[in-house]
């Protein structure tokens, strides 16, 4: 549970914001980061890099681990080896397509829980060359067929999002009748407003009851992949489904630890998240995946917590005045830096900071000197380089 007392946010959302359906609700995580996530252009992972991202999802409090799709490769089907045996505390999740022969390859290499996916909405029917019945079919024996063999089944709905409503019901009812224990509203395309998402779980909810987990899966081409989670959830999902950084197909998943932070600080939910290691945990997935965070990341993006900005350099010291929540929540480093922006404060604590004598009188010279080579560089001023620049301008006073 994140510390209300390093969550500076303001009276606004207490008055704007109704908590109700979030109180005393613990939400799952999901992370579908070495399934989804690797679908993401260009990134491979091969099973030992997918076995130290699955020690670090675990670190970090991750409920359910999807490792991966078994088909794929025998690197994918190597690397569930090594994390089925590594005795992690987070459950261990498969991925298979209704079909049987997937789910049999699931159970020879000892996974007991899977989502089973089938694609409902009549475009990607139509892509696939399959019938409304012939889907029915697929999910009839692939899912009676996992539930026979002791595995827990969640359905999944593939583009749910574009799928006729009435088909829809009959689908996950059927998947439901058959086996199925859990049941995810997938948003494939990321084209859910927060509003669709919302009404997608109502409307499930309705036909498989109260009893059945419900998650929400969905994508951010809208950049409203955390949003529509927020909704679903709202909405009475219990898990949701995401990845690291929202690392993904086209523009990514929802991202989990933004997810997590906003359900905690802004809504009054809870995870099991142990948010002190999301930073730690999103940098390493960034590395080994090859996909460096952008600065401006919300969360865990280096800029959060980093000033340069003169005016803002000024209040630095007072972090309530210029973050939203205290940087040791998701394990971040506060710091200063200097360049183009900076201002005779920003010299001031940098100096401080290194442990350097700057006289007053030699404030603003050092300060020009920062900037002008900032400019020049078009980028920021190193540490080293400021400790130059005070030398040269301490020598030139002597």
């Known amino acids: 549970m994140i510390d209300r007392d390093k969550v500076w946010t303001g009276p606004l959302n207490d008055e704007a914001v109704d908590r109700t359906p979030f109180a005393g609700r613990t939400i799952g995580i999901y992370d579908t980061t070495l399934r989804d996530g690797e679908q993401a252009v260009g990134v491979t992972l091969g099973p030992e890099l997918k076995l130290e991202i699955a020690r670090a999802l675990d670190r970090l409090g991750v409920d359910r681990i999807e490792a991966g799709f078994p088909l794929v490769s025998d690197d994918d089907a190597r690397a569930y080896e090594l994390i089925l045996a590594d005795g992690l505390d987070a459950e261990i999740w498969g991925f298979s397509r209704a079909l049987p022969g997937d789910v049999d390859q699931l159970l020879r290499l000892g996974v007991e829980a899977a989502v089973i996916e089938a694609p409902l909405s009549d475009g990607k029917l139509t892509a696939y060359g399959l019938s409304r019945e012939k889907v029915l079919d697929r999910i009839r024996a692939a899912v009676s067929h996992a ?11 593939v583009d749910s999002s574009r799928a006729d409503p009435a088909f829809l019901e009959q689908a996950y009812t059927e998947a ?7 049941v995810a509203m997938v948003d494939t395309i990321g084209v859910a407003a927060p509003e669709g998402a919302a009404l997608l779980v109502e409307r499930c909810r309705s036909w498989v009851g109260p009893d059945v987990p419900i998650h929400w899966h969905g994508h951010d081409d809208f950049g409203l992949g955390v949003a529509c989670s927020l909704a679903a959830v709202r909405a009475g999902a219990d898990w949701v489904q995401g990845s690291i950084n929202g690392m993904g197909e086209r523009a990514g998943n929802a991202d989990l630890g933004e997810f997590a932070v906003a359900l905690e600080a802004l809504y009054g939910g809870n995870t099991r998240l142990r948010l002190e290691v999301l930073t730690e945990v999103a940098e390493l997935v960034a590395d080994l995946a090859g996909t460096p965070l952008a600065p401006w990341k919300p969360i865990t993006g280096r800029n959060t917590f980093i000033r340069e900005s003169g005016a803002v350099a000024m209040q630095f010291r007072d972090p309530p005045a210029v973050e939203p929540f205290a940087s040791e929540l998701v394990g971040a480093h506060r710091g200063l830096v200097l360049g183009k922006k900076s201002g005779i404060v920003s010299v001031r604590i940098k100096a401080e900071e290194l442990g350097i004598d700057l006289p007053a009188e030699l404030e603003a010279d050092v300060l020009a000197d920062v900037k002008a080579l900032g400019i020049a560089k078009r ?17 030139s006073k002597g």
């Open 176 to 182: 439901i009748r058959v086996g199925a224990k859990e």
């Open 147 to 157: 539930a026979e063999a002791g595995m827990t089944v969640c359905f999944f709905g």
């Open 379 to 395: 980028g920021l001023v190193t540490d080293a380089e400021f400790r130059q620049i005070v030398a040269h301008r301490q020598e």
